[in-house]
């Protein structure tokens, strides 16, 4: 035993003389596992960084990124439950990368270095069951304010499929920032297509009918687990929700995506839980200019056993932090995302590392705050203007989602329906509003009115801007910004059958 | 291109230049990197600077600080970002040395009497990494050139840039 503990100090004490940091055995294997899957040829991000040239060239770069903690991009809180593929570093970690530039960048010995992980080519899940490329490219300027731009994949499929996944490919990687996959079976999305001139279109102007999750550059593709799967009805279409940075120079998008089906239905179906529900659009974002703390809140009680999968947040550039908590029915409260540097380019899906249980009962609460002042440099707007729920990115939005099952499968329907009466209580809040002011009884009036240009349909720049927005969610069914005549009859349909519901 | 403008002129112009006129008011050395976001997503900046500034007697000239570089990753750079500006590749990190600049893209400007007045970012467009506003709402840059051109008097002055940072050369 004796011996052998010396022998231990003498391997020891060679080591810690040698103190120097070098590349290959202490820098190298962090590059290798936080940065190279996207800093690589033909990946995402801007430069590769596999050996020990390329990192050498950038390393007061990454240094600084790193002590920022801009990189790798990680923005959940590692303070509560573990998510799948954390990319943060610890502060030893970080450290260490400060000393190799400190020492000189000492590369080592080739010998000690680890060998660089074996990245897939192409497809990282492997050959898809259908790919889908955009009909045309779209041509993104050299400069100019971000775009977003959707864009539409006719599918045509015979039958109902189950997706497993779906990988992004982009063409024109440095600008397509990030890709959301929504689904749309009601054609709107297939006729706004190329309006303008281009391909695809702006704005949200169709109804979403499901969802296939989304392309972050830095996630690695990943199957759902288990049997679980993502329905794609027949008919339906995707639309790819594209956020593009200008690069510099003109590039040219032409996205593909492959997706990966299931060979049976799932046992148990997929359902969002998401608070406040329609992104916020209930919560009555209304930011004042200049306001530094603007805070909004929304609960939820599960009605059934949940498991839930994977969290995430959407809103726009003023959004500072989100959080949501669980609160379980015997009191136990646990945290399942919190984000206190909340940045629109790195809008994640985080996977718990193993499925969260939340019995019938728990309440899901969500906060979330915005700072519209000047001092904030993502604020869209100089000066601080007043800021409320909107699609363009200049607006703000506010939610955070659950993705998961019903414990039981039989509890789909309960589960589905509780979601859905959230929804239905936006639409009524609207719905009470409109009444109040008693719109449909002087609806030919107030058309009368709005109608400044006498076109007889009401364009989104007549309607009065507090109710435009949801105005137009709730009537514009052709999705061409403007209230056509049949539009605003349903408008009176819906009014007068609220209100005889609310009489009862 | 400035020498070829440079030569036209007094091939044709010679009569009608005052002298005063062939001297820069102004030099701009701007420091930038092939693969550098931040830098090149100032490209039509530079285009637009160079528009507006060139024919009142502001000369321009790209660095290029990494040594390492090859002359055709510079030549294509030039290309694929529309960049028509005199460029200098700064092996020896001499430029970088005289003009005190940590980062690309980082500026210098330089007055007639050649004295450094300014060095820093060409706007606040960027405050932080990954802190993008969509449009400057402080342009440095132009306003320390519309200064000089005004005949101004110009103090030094000087903001932090915000990109990837030059290198020091190996062995320094």
Known sequence: MASRISTALLLLVPCSGAAEVTYHQDIAPIVYQNCTSCHREGESAPFSLSNYEEVSRKAKTIARVMDGRYMPPWHASIDHLPFRDMRRLSDEEIARFASWIEAGKPEGDPATAPSLPDFPKGWQLGEPDLVVTMASAYEVPADGPDIYRNFVLPLDLPEDKWVKAVELRPSARSVLHHSLFFLDDSGTARSLDGKDGKPGFSGMGFRKSGSLGGYVPGVTAQKLPGDLARPLPKGSDIVLATHFHPSGKVENEQTTIGLYFADAPPSRQLQEVQVPPGFGRGAGIDIPAGESNYVIEDTFTLPVDYEAISVGGHAHYICETMKMTATLPDGEEKVLLEITDWDMDWQDTYYFTEPVILPAGTVIKSVISYDNSANNPDNPHTPPQRIKWGRESTDEMGSLTLVGVPVEADDFTRLSRATKVERAKILSNLGRELINSRVASRLPQIMKSLDKNRDGNLDASELPERMRGALLLKLDTDGDKSLNPSELQALKDWLENLQAGENV | ?172
């Open chain 2, 1 to 172: 291109m400035t020498l070829i403008r440079l030569i036209l002129s007094l091939v044709f112009l010679v009569p009608s230049l005052s002298s005063a006129e062939e001297k820069e008011k102004a030099s701009v050395w701007i420091f930038v990197a092939v693969d550098c976001p931040i830098a090149n997503g100032y490209a039509p900046e530079m285009i637009r600077l160079q528009d507006d500034f060139e024919s009142r007697g502001v000369a321009f000239t790209l660095i290029y600080p990494e040594p390492a570089l090859s002359e055709s990753a510079i030549s294509s750079h030039l290309k694929d970002y529309a960049l028509d500006l005199d460029y200098h590749h700064d092996r020896d990190h001499s430029y970088v040395k005289k003009s005190g600049v940590t980062t690309t893209p980082e500026v210098a400007v330089f007055d007639a009497n050649d004295q450094l007045v300014y060095r820093g970012k060409i706007d606040n467009r960027y405050t932080e990494f990954g802190d993008r506003r969509n449009t400057a709402t402080e342009t440095y840059l132009r306003d320390v050139l519309s200064d000089l051109l005004a005949g101004n008097p110009v103090e030094f002055r000087e903001t932090e840039a915000i990109g990837c940072f030059i290198e020091a050369l190996a062995g320094n």
